[in-house]
């Protein structure tokens, strides 16, 4: 079976081809949403602080779209909102590994218009490695979909080890 969709600012229209009807079995569900609104435009960058191991996000609204203002939501484990927010850049944080900030830009009235931006995390600070002082020894619980980065710096001219277990994939290049 063939179905076309077209499409207009106004209206939404399906036509089928002659064959429908002709198949044995099948079933097609379809839904369309056209916006009555137009979303905020965001882009995103990030500002480290290494000195205190921490990272902020640069929200840069560019447009609101067709709302006066927007909310900027931030949910780690319980979300708080920065509300009524116009066009410029709006600097969140400090965040600090862990915090796995989720934003969302959303329109003032209509949640079909909502920017959810998801999880930002920059590329870490890079943690150093002192190969003749202590182990370093870290943990971390990957979540479904989750990606996490770590940088080491060697901080020494002789070769370091690099131990991982249980791992299914691991890279490593350290640098003096």
């Given at each position: 079976?063939?179905?076309?969709t077209?499409?207009?600012?106004?209206?939404?229209?399906?036509?089928?081809?002659?064959?429908?009807?002709?198949a044995?079995?099948?079933?097609?569900?379809?839904?369309?949403t056209?916006?009555?609104?137009?979303?905020?435009?965001?882009?995103?960058?990030?500002?480290?602080?290494?000195?205190?191991?921490?990272y902020?996000?640069?929200?840069?609204?560019?447009?609101?779209?067709?709302?006066?203002t927007?909310?900027?939501?931030?949910?780690?484990?319980?979300?708080?909102?920065?509300e009524?927010?116009?066009?410029?850049?709006?600097?969140?944080?400090?965040?600090?590994?862990?915090?796995?900030?989720?934003v969302?830009?959303?329109?003032?009235?209509?949640?079909?218009?909502?920017?959810?931006?998801?999880?930002?995390?920059?590329?870490?600070?890079?943690?150093?490695v002192?190969?003749?002082?202590?182990?370093?020894?870290?943990?971390?619980?990957?979540?479904?979909?989750?990606?996490?980065?770590?940088?080491?710096?060697?901080?020494?001219l002789?070769?370091?080890?690099?131990?991982?277990?249980?791992?299914?994939y691991?890279?490593?290049?350290?640098?003096?």
């Amino acid at each position: 079976m063939v179905i076309t969709t077209t499409s207009t600012e106004d209206s939404t229209t399906l036509e089928r081809n002659s064959a429908c009807g002709t198949a044995s079995n099948g079933f097609l569900t379809t839904g369309s949403t056209l916006l009555d609104c137009t979303p905020p435009t965001v882009s995103v960058g990030y500002t480290e602080d290494c000195d205190l191991g921490a990272y902020y996000i640069d929200l840069d609204i560019t447009s609101t779209g067709d709302a006066a203002t927007v909310d900027v939501i931030v949910d780690i484990r319980t979300p708080t909102t920065t509300e009524d927010v116009g066009v410029g850049v709006l600097q969140l944080g400090p965040f600090f590994p862990g915090d796995d900030p989720n934003v969302t830009v959303a329109h003032e009235s209509d949640p079909l218009c909502n920017r959810v931006l998801g999880l930002l995390a920059p590329i870490a600070c890079p943690i150093d490695v002192f190969c003749n002082g202590p182990l370093l020894d870290q943990t971390y619980c990957y979540g479904n979909n989750d990606q996490m980065l770590w940088v080491y710096e060697g901080q020494a001219l002789v070769p370091c080890g690099y131990v991982s277990t249980p791992a299914l994939y691991k890279e490593l290049s350290l640098t003096a």
